[in-house]
């Protein structure tokens, strides 16, 4: 072996260290290098047939070899240690696994979009609990005392005299009972009624209450904003149909039909050919509410209306049973998220 064999050595044994996978094939390439039967003890032992003028070059080279092939063991093997950890240890550096992300329910969704078409107009969200009393639910409402709804074949009442709330409506005799006129709020939330689950039909549901009070308020405010309501939710041609109906807390009370969003008004399946689909209940604030919330109806006078949300979600997404919406399949909920 010369000066030149051992530079190539040098060169040759570091490479193959550098690109040792494991540190059992490290522990093999060190015996093979600097063992006492590997390469080095070879190098030493053939110093004596190098011609004596060249001996301390080939002296110098064969501490280099050594110092390199050591050098590169350590970091090879500093390396291998932060990258390899042994079989079944905790490997923090890792990539984590990304969480599903999860997405609004559509109801969620509708309340969000119908609050903010109504905040444009200055209307601010109030709430209450689904557990009201008979009073707010009710009573203050001018529902007479032998109204169908108030039979426990409709409505769920508690042990206690508190019930389900069967509406929204009772949100707009809390606010009034809360807050001086004037009001301009709309109460999303749920309700409850005892009906057979079907597909329009389920005990446990959605309305959107509004409530608007101030000084000369009039139908022509109705008709105005829930019209402005209806462009904005199903788009700027449709059209709003007021029909004369009857609630105990507005008077005069209407029905609230929208152009049917299927065929545009022409008749079809969806609107039984009719054209139109019933979205809300509304009217003018009956002043027996307004006596029984404490305020004054020779001052002021007021607006409300409710809808079923959703309504408004089974048409806006096309969904065609109102069960889909409470049977939390994540396969059907994804589509909207
Ligand atoms: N509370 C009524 C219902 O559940 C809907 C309704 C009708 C609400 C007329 C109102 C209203 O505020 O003025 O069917």
């Not at 050098?71 to 950890?85: D, H, I, N, P, S």
């Not at 929204?168 to 001086?180: D, F």
């Not at 929208?258 to 969806?270: A, D, I, L, W, Y």
Request: glycine letters at 8%; aromatic letters at 8%; hydrophobic letters at 40%.
């Amino acid at each position: 072996m010369n000066l030149e064999d051992l530079k190539t050595l040098t060169a040759s044994a570091t490479a193959e260290i550098q690109s040792a996978d494991s540190a059992d094939t490290l522990e093999a390439l060190r015996v093979a290098y600097l063992g006492r039967k590997g390469k080095l003890p070879e190098i030493m032992a053939s110093l004596k047939e190098v011609a004596p003028e060249d001996r301390p070059a080939f002296g110098q080279g064969a501490n280099r070899f050594k110092v390199a092939v050591s050098e590169a063991l350590e970091t090879r093997k500093a390396a291998l240690g932060t990258t390899a950890a042994p079989a079944g240890a905790l490997d923090v550096t890792r990539p984590g696994d990304a969480p599903p992300l999860g997405g609004n329910h559509p109801i969620r969704q509708i309340i969000a979009r119908v609050t903010e078409v109504f905040d444009r107009i200055g209307f601010t969200v109030a709430t209450g609990p689904d557990i009201d009393t008979v009073f707010n639910n009710f009573d203050a409402l001018n529902t007479p005392a032998d109204h169908p709804s108030r039979d426990p074949q409709d409505t769920f009442y508690l042990e206690d005299g508190t019930l389900m709330r069967c509406h929204t409506s009772p949100v707009q005799v809390r606010y009034m009972l809360n807050n001086p006129p004037p009001v301009r709020i709309i109460a999303p939330g749920r309700a409850y009624r005892r009906d057979t689950p079907d597909a329009t039909h389920s005990a446990n549901f959605h309305q959107v209450e509004g409530l608007y009070v101030a000084e000369n308020v009039s139908m022509a405010d109705l008709k105005g904003d829930l019209t402005y309501f209806a462009r904005e939710i199903l788009g700027p041609g449709v059209k709003t149909r007021f029909r004369p109906h009857f609630f105990p807390f507005t008077e005069p009370s209407v029905e609230v039909d929208f152009t049917c969003h299927v065929c545009k008004g022409k008749g079809c399946r969806v609107c039984k050919n009719s054209g139109w689909i019933e979205i809300a209940g509304a009217g003018m604030v009956d002043p027996h509410v307004f006596n029984a919330v404490g305020y004054d109806p020779e001052a002021v006078t007021g607006y409300a209306f409710g809808m079923g949300l959703e309504r408004i979600a089974m048409i806006l997404l096309e969904i065609d049973d109102i069960r889909r919406l409470y049977d939390n399949d994540v396969r059907f909920l994804r589509q909207f998220a």
